[in-house]
C-alpha cells in the first residue's frame, strides 16, 4: 500500500448558514469568498495531508443542513470516519440542534466507532457571540467528544480541527483496516461520480462568507 492511500472519510454537518462550507474553502483553498454557493445535497473535497510521517487524504463532505435535503445528507453518514458537528456562536437554535444531527449520525452511521468533535464556529464576531465557550465544553463533555472553536473567516483554528479529528481516528485504525477501507470507499466514490454528481452539486446563490 502507498503511503497515499490512507484515505479517510470526513463530514461536516449542522445547520445551514453555520459556516461549514467557509471552513472547508479555507482548510483547503485558503479562501473565505464574502459570496459562495450554498451547498444543496452534498459536495466534497479533498486534500492530503502528512501526520506521524504518513501521507493521509482527507475527503471531506460538506452537507446541506437545509431540512429538504436531510434524507440525502443521511445516506453519506455511511462509511464516515469522523463528523465535525458545526454550530455558529452567534445563533443559539444552532447549538441547540446539535443534539438532533447526533442522533441523525448515530442512527444513520453504519461505523460505531466513527470520531466525532464539536466545533463552534464565528468566533470573530465578537460582539455579536451568544454562546459561551463554557457551554461548548459542558456539552462536548457530556457527549465524549472534544470541542474546539473557530473562525472560518480568518483561519483561526481550522487547520487544528481538521487536523485533531485525523489523528483521533488514526488512533484507532490498524494499517490492514485503512487498506480493507480505503477500496471500499474508493468503489463507493466512483459510484457516486458517475450516477449522484447532479444530485450532490445544484447550488444556489448565498451571502455571506462564515
Avoid at 492530503?48 to 471531506?60: R, T
Wanted: charged share 30%; hydrophobic share 35%; with cysteine.
Amino acid at each position: 500500500m502507498s503511503e497515499q492511500e490512507i484515505t479517510l472519510k470526513i463530514l461536516l454537518i449542522g445547520d445551514s448558514f453555520v459556516g461549514k462550507t467557509s471552513l472547508l474553502l479555507q482548510f483547503i483553498d485558503r479562501e473565505c469568498p464574502e459570496s459562495h454557493m450554498a451547498t444543496i445535497g452534498v459536495e466534497f473535497k479533498d486534500k492530503i495531508v502528512e501526520i506521524n510521517k504518513k501521507k493521509v487524504k482527507l475527503q471531506v463532505w460538506d452537507t446541506s443542513g437545509q431540512e429538504r435535503y436531510r434524507s440525502i445528507t443521511k445516506n453519506f453518514y455511511r462509511n464516515a470516519d469522523g463528523v465535525m458537528f458545526v454550530c455558529d456562536v452567534t445563533k443559539e437554535n444552532t447549538f441547540g440542534n446539535i443534539k438532533n444531527w447526533l442522533i441523525d449520525s448515530e442512527q444513520n452511521a453504519n461505523n460505531s466507532n466513527f470520531k466525532k468533535i464539536l466545533v463552534g464556529n464565528k468566533i470573530d464576531l465578537i460582539e455579536e457571540r451568544v454562546i459561551k465557550s463554557e457551554q461548548l465544553e459542558t456539552f462536548s463533555n457530556k457527549k465524549n467528544m472534544k470541542c474546539f472553536e473557530t473562525s472560518a473567516k480568518d483561519g483561526t483554528n481550522v487547520d487544528l480541527v481538521f487536523m485533531e479529528l485525523a489523528k483521533l481516528i488514526l488512533k484507532d485504525k490498524s494499517d490492514q483496516q485503512i487498506k480493507e477501507e480505503f477500496c471500499h470507499k474508493n468503489r463507493s466514490l466512483s459510484v457516486f461520480s458517475k450516477g449522484s454528481e447532479g444530485e450532490s452539486k445544484h447550488s444556489q446563490k448565498k451571502k455571506g462568507c462564515c
